[in-house]
């Protein structure tokens, strides 16, 4: 896979599809973590005098320009970061007033076009609707780079069919993820221990039972683990459960490998102020529904954790926005983090946010995925449109 160092960029358009998808209270940014992600490139760009044009998207406007989805927060954080004006290019895409602000780029310039969902064709299932948005876009430049590792198992116009029309190649971020997930899907160091969260269990389904038999311990914690936890026959009070996953919860239990908390913090409802208290996972009271694991399984988890060679952790212990129900998530997160040697992979989504909600150094960690469903549909085996065509 050709990378953007491979390719000649002074003097020439460059278009970027990067990952700018951040999370916003109002037009504020809660964590500009994936801005930040997406800097080496660009900055690696401008300073080899490259004309660069960046496309992104921003939530899910399905199709319909609106005020609360425009990347005018990103473009101005970006701006900040990079030291240098970043336009907002707004109108049709590739249109005639883009083109024209595109070919006024002089070298070591940079422009943000908006977000590039706005276009209905972007998530188009129609190989022509799509292509004739790929027409557009590519019109504005030379050559085209994917740095949107969140993105490529999405076949998107600006993801996909642009690559087909330009000289193409896989941005740093693209490339490292593809390292680390082909180690995790190779023959990793072992033991191998895989620690999964997050809300429901039909979500991460196809990654379990894809990893399942390659792994030495699968460590299962937050809201999907209730799940788990019912098809052992247990009560939940008022916890997330999934009924229709619980023969198969029951199949993957049978393996021998999968560890459940010993232990959960159990609230009255649904809020930080709550009454809470940490019960046994196996006695929850049917009044109580189950927002994080319990101290006892922390150090479950460590345990298991202790010694390992390779970590994919993926979904938070529990809903570490709220104070009461973080320490769950804070106490996995600083075990992996302290595997001097292994190698360690935060799964991206949720998790990468709350390393950084957390203030946990995520130097400690050897890779933080920028792509959650990415990295689990690569480790379910499934082609990623975004990487098929790159290769």
């Known amino acids: 896979m050709r990378t953007a160092a491979d390719l000649d960029v002074a003097g020439r358009r460059v278009l970027v599809r990067s990952d700018l998808n951040v999370p916003l209270d109002g037009s504020t940014i809660t964590d500009d973590g994936r801005i930040n992600a997406s800097l080496p490139l660009l900055r690696g760009l401008l300073a080899r005098c490259a004309r660069v ?53 002089t070298d070591s310039q940079l422009v943000l076009l908006e977000n590039v969902r706005f276009d209905p064709a972007e998530t188009s299932k129609d190989d022509g609707v799509r292509g004739e948005l790929a027409d557009r876009l590519a019109g504005l430049a030379d050559l085209y780079v994917d740095d949107a590792f969140g993105a490529v198992h999405r076949k998107h116009a600006s993801v996909y069919d642009v690559a087909e029309r330009l000289p193409h190649a896989a941005g740093p971020l693209v490339a490292a993820e593809v390292a680390v997930l082909e180690r995790l899907t190779g023959v990793p160091a072992r033991p191998y221990v895989v620690v999964l969260g997050g809300s429901k269990v039909s979500d991460k389904i196809q990654v379990i039972e894809a990893l399942l038999p390659k792994v030495d311990q699968l460590l299962v914690g937050g809201g999907m683990c209730f799940t788990f936890l019912r098809a052992q026959g247990h009560g939940v009070g008022s916890s997330l459960l999934e009924d229709q996953m619980l023969a198969q919860c029951r199949d993957l239990l049978a393996s021998g490998k999968v560890t459940l908390p010993v232990d959960v913090v159990a609230a009255d409802r649904f809020a930080a102020d709550a009454s809470y208290a940490v019960v046994e996972a196996t006695a929850i009271p049917a009044d109580r529904m189950g927002l994080d694991i319990g101290p006892r399984s922390v150090e479950l988890f460590s345990q298991h954790l202790r010694g390992t060679k390779t970590v994919f952790w993926n979904g938070p212990m529990g809903v570490f926005e709220m104070a009461p129900y973080a320490q769950g998530t804070r106490g996995v997160a600083e075990t992996v983090a302290s595997l001097a040697g292994a190698l360690t992979v935060v799964g991206g989504g949720d998790s990468a946010a709350a390393v950084r909600a957390l203030g946990i150094d995520e130097r400690r960690f050897t890779h933080i995925s920028t792509g959650g469903g990415a990295s689990l549909e690569y480790l379910e085996g499934k082609v990623l449109p975004g990487l098929e065509v790159l290769t």
Do not use: I, K, M
């Open 53 to 105: 044009v960046v496309t992104a998207h921003l939530g899910r406007p399905e199709g319909t320009p609106a005020e609360q989805y425009s990347l005018r927060p990103v473009a101005a954080r970006l701006g900040e970061l990079l030291g240098q004006d970043v336009p907002l290019l707004a109108g049709r895409l590739g249109g005639p007033e883009q083109l024209a602000a595109v070919q006024a780029l």
